[in-house]
């Protein structure tokens, strides 16, 4: 309470303020005191010399005087010419002393000076004692601030200390220039500078960074947390790179390039990188591979890994993986498999190989699922060092490449990475079970895999591969004794006369393409084995599109006979064999590749520039698979659209091969472009399209914080206020709630089937219910209806034309007895079940204009047992459907699909005009209470401006609904099934336009129990036919629901 007694001495103390209107003054001090007119009253200066200070420069007695006087007294003490003693009087006795203050007065050095007249009334305030740990404490932040200011220097630079109107340019580069008293600083400063410079000067210029050895070992830096492609160079000059699931993967062309890659999947050909992929290989006897993978797949969803043609090595494979004796619950994720041919048929106890190639976000679960099936958690196999290739290639003498340092030392060159860039040593990559003997080897980046669409790969594949020639006798010996230590494995290869007549078979079947005019006439799957030259030695001079030529086929009746056995059979088993499948050749093909380096000084060489490169027996030869890829099979429209070729090839051959593809003509795609090859086939696209999967709802999870972040940053006026458009999740598809409530309404109410074109009474009730008026809950009629416990009462079995349908007694089950169980919401993959409901909702054609009649007879007649049977078994379950809209418009992704009303229907049937109804308004209950609380938040901010105390409540108040977004719905999702006027029965993942059919196409899920709901309620002419509409419009959309199988 005593520490301000010496700052109102100071300013009371006859101390005098400079005012612009005082008289007696100059020029320069009426300038000063304009400047000095609005600075504080406690700021005082001598009335002898007011401009005092504005130097900045003080003399040392000055400044000692100043300092003892603020340690005495806080701050700065003005005596007056009067009687000291009565001016001291209240001041403590020590101070009072004539000894004391003589003492001060030669200290102080003619700091102090006295006022006109007495001051005495200025003392009576004044303490008789000082507590110097209060006072200490009270000026603790002032000291703080004045260390700080000594110790800590400014920004600022030394020119800077100079006014304006004193500073020149020459000053920076000249320290003489300045005045003496900045000359020290400057000169410090300047030396600083100089080091600085001289160490940024150290850093290499760009021409020096892009020095193939320096930008090499950049490169290798920036692979060490991310996985490059071998094309990722190419790609990142021409695309938007992205990454994802640890890999720098290529997303959409810079260019705009949309329709050219829909008609080059179409017409032409379109080239994607899947290298990014993961293998693994399992090795074993065959019956202990079946034996370990059986309970991973179930012959009810398709394919397995025990199919007779897959099995003998002679087409690929997909299925679905689920945990062991999981289905059809818990799923991993698709995958692709492939089984090596066997060497020979007969022998049962021969050692196989299988190659599973799964997405990178599938991998991990994948691998541990194998490891618990094949019994491989033994001590795994250490991991070879990180695969690098540098050049083979003696260093001619006179080049540029510097082979010793200052120190004479010889310089380690730097090596391209090839492979995994980001494993971890320490890391496993092999496992071996000592029970059943199977090896898990994860082959990730060791083969690379390039996919063709379009109905012309097979001619690009047909110009860029030319199988191997093979080689003579003397040929063999002369590769054998060459230069090169490492051993000749193709010699070896031509040296049995057995693998010699099986290439020349393989090259025949890829003679027999020419004469293909689609990759789709090919039997789906079918694998071709080769071994091709290097395919650079073949590049033509400028980019020309492969066509076939009809001309050049000229084939007999025996070729055309084999081209229909191509088409039927596909490839014979043996003509699948390859090399590849051993590690040792695909080592040895990747480490002896003839560098681009050594390439081009060959061709320089020449006498003919432009002419083909003739290597003999030192040209490389590259084992490699092809693999078809059937395209469209869903469905009956469009069979075959998006059919081609798969090229599997070592690591370190990627640009070889990419580049002689690119120079055929062909346009080349990214994630987007494989979203929408996946999307007009109609199938579900990885990790997207799974929800029921670990990747799929982690995918989910990300995308919805990246679209509310984005959603975010727009203001409230230029976004949508999704809460006014009745959509509760705009971000994401609510799967689990969706089959949780249409669990609950369909174990509440009886399901009555419609078996001819009138509807019943009840049928138009329950479909009148649905247009019910905003703010009608009816999750509430849902829960007040399963309180009377209606339990179905099972019927006997029904025989349909496919087969038998067990009828199952149902369960009634409440809202929280299925939110207290642990299952989750599933996908129906039964083929059988599938057929049922495709034949139910009565496949047209895209548009909807007319009824595709079926070769066979439906299955199975919807009856009431048989609805009832399939609610009962497959309660949460979701059906992968499309939607085709009818009229004009287009689905986005997360449209809700609703089922129409009677009324809906024979309004649109009467007016052709009426594109369906509209979704009325909702009402935004979040919108106050957001106002509210930025209205407190505010208020809270200006009282701690004013207090200080407002902190604490603002903090509050804006922890209190943090979740709150104007525009979104803040809590978790409740009634997503009956929150709008029509029942909701799925969601769009993605929709589009379609460029195929020429009108909006969606590709989603829908619940099974309400698909089953809505099929029963409407007539057998109107089935299948629902509402669509997007997350920010309140306008329906009819269209037509499809299930493909």
């Not at 102090?112 to 004044?126: I, L």
């Not at 920036?222 to 000059?237: C, F, G, P």
């Not at 040296?495 to 293909?516: A, N, P, T």
């Not at 090839?649 to 979203?675: D, H």
Request: glycine content about 6%; proline content about 7%.
């Amino acid at each position: 309470m005593y520490h301000n007694f010496s700052l109102d001495f100071a300013i009371k103390s006859g101390g005098t303020k400079l005012t612009p209107d005082m008289s007696g003054i100059n020029r320069k001090d009426k300038k000063y005191a304009k400047k000095m007119r609005n600075q504080p009253s406690n700021v005082t200066f001598t009335s002898s010399d007011p401009g005092a200070g504005r130097s900045g420069i003080e003399s040392q007695s000055d400044v000692n005087s100043r300092d003892q006087q603020r340690g005495l007294h806080g701050g700065y003490c003005h005596r007056s010419q009067g009687s000291d003693q009565k001016h001291f009087q209240n001041v403590p006795k020590f101070i009072n002393d004539a000894n004391y203050r003589d003492q001060q007065r030669g200290l102080h050095g003619g700091y102090c000076h006295r006022s006109q007249g007495s001051d005495q009334k200025h003392f009576q305030n004044v303490p008789k004692f000082l507590y110097a740990r209060d006072f200490a404490q009270h000026r603790a932040a002032e000291i703080n601030a004045m260390l700080k200011a000594v110790v800590h220097k400014s920004n600022s630079q030394f020119l800077q200390s100079l006014p304006p109107h004193l500073r020149r340019r020459a000053m920076s580069n000249n320290a003489k220039r300045l005045p003496r008293r900045l000359r020290e600083i400057a000169k410090k400063e300047m030396e600083k500078i100089a080091h600085l410079k001289k160490e940024q000067s150290k850093s290499k210029s760009r021409k020096a960074r892009r020095r193939h050895g320096n930008l090499l070992h950049e490169f290798n830096r920036r692979q060490r947390k991310n996985i490059w492609l071998e094309t990722h160079i190419w790609h990142a000059k021409r695309f938007h790179m992205v990454k994802k699931w640890g890999c720098c993967l290529a997303d959409k062309p810079t260019a705009k390039s949309y329709r050219a890659c829909y008609r080059a999947m179409k017409q032409k050909c379109l080239l994607q990188d899947l290298s990014y992929y993961c293998c693994l290989e399992l090795s074993g006897t065959q019956e202990n591979l079946l034996k370990a993978l059986s309970p991973l797949s179930s012959w009810e969803a398709g394919t397995t890994f025990a199919s007779v043609d897959c099995l003998s090595g002679k087409r690929q494979g997909s299925l679905v993986l689920y945990k062991a004796e999981q289905y059809p619950a818990k799923p991993l994720g698709p995958i692709v498999f492939l089984w090596r041919p066997k060497a020979e048929p007969e022998n049962q106890s021969e050692n196989r190989q299988l190659w599973i190639w799964a997405h990178p976000a599938l991998k991990t679960e994948a691998l541990i699922e194998l490891q618990l099936a094949c019994q491989c958690s033994d001590a795994p196999l250490p991991e070879p060092a990180p695969s690098e290739c540098s050049s083979s290639a003696p260093v001619r003498a006179g080049s540029k490449r510097k082979l010793q340092d200052q120190a004479g030392e010889e310089v380690i060159p730097k090596k391209k990475i090839i492979g995994n860039s980001t494993r971890d040593p320490l890391k496993p990559v092999s496992w071996t079970s000592l029970t059943t003997g199977i090896v898990i080897e994860d082959l990730t980046m060791e083969i690379l895999r390039y996919r063709l669409v379009g109905p012309l790969s097979h001619s690009v594949i047909f110009e860029v591969l030319q199988p191997a020639l093979v080689l003579e006798d003397s040929e063999a010996k002369g590769e054998v004794m060459g230069a090169r230590d490492v051993p000749c494995w193709w010699s070896q290869y031509c040296g049995k006369s057995e693998d010699v007549d099986l290439h020349h078979r393989q090259g025949d079947f890829l003679q027999l393409l020419s004469g293909v005019a689609s990759p789709a006439e090919i039997s789906a799957g079918s694998i071709l084995g080769l071994t091709v030259r290097d395919p650079r030695l073949n590049i033509p001079e400028s980019r020309t599109p492969a066509l076939p030529d009809p001309s050049e086929f000229k084939g007999s009746t025996h070729d055309l006979e084999k081209i229909k056995e191509l088409s039927l059979r596909g490839v014979p088993t043996e003509c699948a064999q390859s090399p590849i499948w051993d590690r040792n050749i695909r080592n040895i093909v990747t480490e002896n590749k003839i560098s681009e380096q050594e390439l081009n000084q060959m061709k320089s060489k020449l006498l003919v520039p432009g002419s083909q490169l003739n290597l003999g027996p030192r040209e490389s030869k590259i084992p490699i698979l092809l693999v078809q890829q059937p395209g469209k099979r869903a469905g009956k429209e469009h069979i075959g659209w998006g059919s081609g070729w798969d090229i599997l090839i070592p690591k370190g051959w990627g640009m070889a091969f990419w580049i002689p593809l690119i120079y055929r003509g062909i346009r080349v795609g990214g994630l987007q472009e494989g979203a929408k090859h996946s999307q007009y086939q109609g199938i579900p696209c990885f990790p997207d399209d799974f929800p029921d999967c670990p990747a799929g709802t982690r995918h989910c999870e990300e995308t919805e914080k990246e679209l509310v972040e984005k959603y975010k940053r727009y203001p409230p006026a230029k976004r949508p206020n999704y809460v006014h458009y009745g959509t509760m999740t705009p971000f994401r598809c609510p799967w689990q709630r969706l089959v949780e409530e249409w669990e609950v309404k369909t174990n509440a109410t009886d399901v009555t089937p419609t078996a001819s074109g009138k509807d019943p009474e009840a049928k138009s009730e329950g479909l009148n219910s649905s247009m019910k008026p905003i703010g009608v809950n009816e999750a509430e009629v849902c829960k007040q209806s399963s309180d009377e416990e209606k339990t179905l009462e099972p019927k006997e079995e029904m025989e349909q034309g496919s087969g038998n349908i067990t009828v199952l007694e149902p369960k009634t089950l409440s809202i929280e007895d299925i939110s207290a169980e642990s299952g989750h919401a599933s996908i129906l993959r039964s083929r059988k079940m599938l057929r049922q409901l495709s034949a139910w909702c009565q496949p047209t054609s895209s548009c909807g204009q007319r009824v595709k009649p079926f070769a066979r007879s439906l299955p199975g007649q919807m009856t009431t047992d048989v609805v009832n049977s399939i609610v009962c078994s497959l309660p949460r379950f979701l059906v992968w459907a499309k939607v085709s809209l009818l009229k004009k418009g287009s689905p986005d992704a997360n449209a809700m699909i609703c089922i129409p009303s009677n009324e809906d229907l024979q309004l649109i049937a009467s007016d052709a005009k009426n594109c369906a109804p509209q979704e009325p308004k909702h009402r935004d209950p979040f919108k106050r209470q957001i106002k509210t609380l930025k209205d407190k938040k505010k208020k809270a901010l200006s009282e701690d401006l004013e207090s200080g105390s407002g902190v604490q409540d603002s903090q509050l108040v804006s922890n209190r609904r943090k979740d709150l977004i104007l525009g979104l719905w803040p809590d978790q999702p409740k009634d997503v099934m009956s929150h709008c006027s029509r029942l909701t029965i799925g969601y769009v993942s993605h929709g589009d336009f379609s460029l195929n059919v020429g009108c909006g196409e969606g590709l989603g899920f829908v619940s099974l129990s309400g698909l089953l709901h809505m099929l029963s309620c409407q007539p057998a002419e109107k089935r299948g036919f629902v509402l669509v509409r997007n997350p920010a419009s309140l306008q329906y959309r009819l269209a037509k629901l499809n299930i493909e199988v």
